[in-house]
């Protein structure tokens, strides 16, 4: 997984309930700072898919995560036909 984080071009994080309770996703998102590759957060909307509210999202990550969510944007996934559009 390394690998593939060191030779991709930009890393998609999609942030779902307890995303940053997972050690693999932190980690993967650690090597995407480290190798200074362009960081996309995705964040799910629908709760039945995991979906969490931004105000939810503050004070979950660890401390250099959280800086890391703070300079960049994070893009809501709406699962709704008529809304998809605007996530994309």
């Known amino acids: 997984v390394r690998r593939a984080v060191m030779e991709c071009k930009?890393?998609?994080f999609f942030i779902t309930e307890g995303v940053f309770q997972?050690?693999?996703?932190?980690?993967q998102?650690?090597?995407a700072v480290e190798y200074e590759k362009r960081i996309v957060f995705v964040r799910e909307t629908d709760a039945r898919h995991g979906g969490v509210e931004m105000n939810a999202i503050d004070?979950?990550?660890p401390d250099d995560v959280?800086?890391?969510?703070?300079?960049c944007p994070i893009?809501?996934?709406y699962r709704e036909?008529?809304?998809r559009s605007v996530s994309v």
């Open 66 to 71: 959280q800086m890391v969510l703070q300079r």
């Open 59 to 61: 004070g979950q990550a």
């Open 22 to 27: 997972s050690p693999e996703c932190i980690q």
């Open 75 to 77: 893009i809501p996934w």
């Open 29 to 31: 998102l650690r090597w």
């Open 81 to 83: 036909k008529g809304f």
């Open 10 to 12: 930009a890393l998609v």
